[in-house]
């Protein structure tokens, strides 16, 4: 069964302090990886999407990698707007191609 | 501005009630989910609709329904007999079966 587990599970930032979020994942064939970002209350707003090791994908002071049993999520220089609740989910090798989430990092980002 | 609208965005409802929950998109986007939201949980699918009159059961469907009459709509009834219906419940669309989801504000059920 396709596993996602995300780590910490809480984050806590000065503004300026760069730090990387974790998604590590088990899937028998991987079709792709995506990040979320859901404010409190709340539904998540797509980030980026992945599909082979090695794939960069940057926006703003967001980047995210992947590889071949895990995905970082870079947050450089954050700023208090960051602060929100960070989603990893992976596509599932089925019929129909659902998603399987992670319970996500709650990041808060102080001024 | 396309997008998708759920409401109510609260509801109390007492035990044994049966409950709708609404979903309306304006992206014209084929396919359709409702997801569940607790605490500490990934988001889990409850039923997904990759077509209109078609619809699947997700991974917890069991006390909930759902119908897809038109493209634009997919309401969720919370029936009485979910044991544990107190959650956040997300809608969400997508052009295709694909990861790339666009989620609606949710609704909160509390049931009293």
């Known amino acids: 069964e396709d596993q996602v587990t995300q780590s910490p599970e809480a984050l806590r930032l000065q503004e300026g302090e760069s730090s990387s979020l974790n998604c590590s994942y088990t899937v028998s064939g991987l079709r792709g990886l995506f990040w979320y970002r859901q404010d409190p209350g709340k539904g998540p707003e797509f980030l980026f999407t992945l599909y082979s090791a090695g794939e960069e994908k940057e926006k703003e002071r967001l980047k995210a990698t992947l590889t071949k049993k895990e995905s970082f999520l870079h947050i450089t220089a954050p700023k208090p707007e960051d602060s929100a609740t960070y989603l990893c989910?992976?596509?599932?090798?089925?019929?129909?191609?659902?998603?399987?989430f992670g319970t996500g990092t709650r990041l808060l980002v102080s001024p | 501005d396309g997008g998708i609208t759920q409401s109510p965005k609260y509801l109390f409802r007492k035990e044994g009630q049966n409950v709708t929950l609404s979903c309306e998109q304006n992206l014209n986007h084929d396919a359709m989910y409702w997801y569940r939201q607790d605490p500490g949980q990934g988001l889990r699918l409850i039923y997904y609709s990759q077509i209109v009159n078609d619809f699947q059961k997700g991974d917890i469907a069991e006390g909930y329904s759902v119908s897809r009459e038109k493209k634009e709509s997919f309401p969720l009834t919370v029936t009485s007999a979910q044991k544990n219906p107190t959650a956040f419940y997300l809608c969400?669309?997508?052009?295709?079966?694909?990861?790339?989801?666009?989620f609606g504000e949710g609704s909160r059920l509390t049931v009293l």
């Open positions: 989910a992976v596509l599932e090798n089925t019929g129909f191609q659902k998603l399987v």
């Open positions: 969400a669309s997508s052009v295709g079966g694909a990861g790339e989801l666009f």
